[in-house]
């Protein structure tokens, strides 16, 4: 079960709720979801990327 605010955002299973789509929508950051070796979510968080890249000309 996910929880915000006090109330229920999601429920499920930790791999059904634990989704990068649902983690920015409900705490607005950015991360990678993925399953570890025993099959539990593994969340990392992205950094936001301060380079620029500029166009080949």
Do not use: K
């Amino acid at each position: 079960m996910l929880l915000y605010g006090g109330r229920v955002v999601a429920a499920g299973t930790p791999v059904e709720v634990l989704t990068t789509s649902r983690i920015e929508e409900v705490f607005q950051v950015r991360t990678d979801v993925d399953l570890a070796a025993d099959g539990r979510p593994r969340i990392r968080y992205r950094r936001h990327s301060t380079q620029t890249v500029m166009p080949m000309t």
